[in-house]
């Protein structure tokens, strides 16, 4: 019965690893009990977009062949595979860090780059924030911790800084190691010095991924994590305005320049059209159009999200509510779960295929 029952699901395919889910080693854990089966399927990662297409799949192939009446339970995992990068001995608790960049400041990469971390909690993915603005920290301010510090905890004589959790993910930020009206005024050693600090010398336990938020354009902080930590790819954020672009196509060159080379993975493109809170249906391209589109044939990068501007979202952030929690963003929480999504899913499929 157990052969007849894999013979069933080897039937079922993952359409973006390109194989059948038993020979992907994706089925764990099958047990058959007169005419009840269980099993787990093994994800690439918790926020699959995916999973009702297996379940759905998997219980039509065993009615089809090999009971019709057959009761199956489906229970599932996931396994997060570490990607192929560079200074992989770094970080080694930490499965995938990705830096959200832009190139010029106010295209909203902060409010990318936080929600972005909460989704993937949300999916059940141990996740990590690090803001990597060491002039201009504004995460505490977005998730309403301004006012946290950080614990120190000594292992093997050693002090590492314990992150902040909030909403389900581990935040560390300069912001809440120095008083948030006092400048960093730092030349651009100290800053390579202090970022690499700040990142290594905190403690992330188990993280399977690591968002670090950048300051906009390119500089030391870029070049310091580009080159010294284990990247796994970049997430660009533009607008849809013809300055965003030209500034967004400069640092999507420095990702590909010779000795850095760190994958971009995708392009969001936000304030791409505004949304009245009396109006819920209209769209407004108020920003222009189409930005996120060029960039992404110009660069044969998929365009991951179009996120809209919606009213009261940016007031209610000033006072640490993220946009998906948000009482007048209902629609941004359904876009930042589709990104999460997509993001993950790319990694995964990239990761599985360098392995």
Known sequence: MKDKILKALSKVQDPDLKDNLVRLNMISDLEIDGNKVSFTIILTTPACPLKNVFKEQCTKVIHEDVDKNMVVTINFDSQIVHAKRQNADKLVNVKNMIAVASGKGGVGKSTVAVNLALSLAEFGAKVGLLDADMNGPSIPVMLGIEDEHPDIKVIDAKNFIVPVEVRGIKVMSIGMLIPMDKPVV??????????????????????????????????????????????????????????????????????????????????????????????????????????????????????????????????????????????????????????AQKLAQNIAISATINK
């Not at 000795?259 to 009245?276: A, C, D, L, Q, R």
């Not at 640490?320 to 990104?339: C, R």
């Open 186 to 339: 730092w030349r651009g050693p100290m800053l390579s010095n202090g970022l690499s600090q700040l990142i290594l010398e905190t403690l992330w336990e188990e993280i399977d991924y690591l968002i670090v938020d950048l300051p906009p354009g390119t500089g030391d902080i870029h070049i310091t994590l580009c080159q010294n930590m284990p990247l796994t790819g970049a997430l660009i954020v533009t607008t849809p305005q013809r300055v965003s672009l030209t500034d967004t196509i400069k640092t999507i060159e420095m990702f590909r320049m010779d000795k850095i080379e760190i994958p971009v993975i995708g392009i969001v493109e936000n304030m791409s059209y505004f949304i009245p809170k009396e109006l819920p249906d209209n769209k407004y391209y108020i920003f222009g159009k189409g930005g996120g589109e060029i960039l992404s044939k110009k660069y044969n990068v998929p365009l991951l999200a179009q996120i809209p501007l919606v009213m009261g979202v940016a007031q209610e952030g000033d006072t640490g509510t993220p946009a998906i929690y948000s009482q007048s963003g209902n629609i941004l929480k359904d876009e930042f779960k589709n990104l």
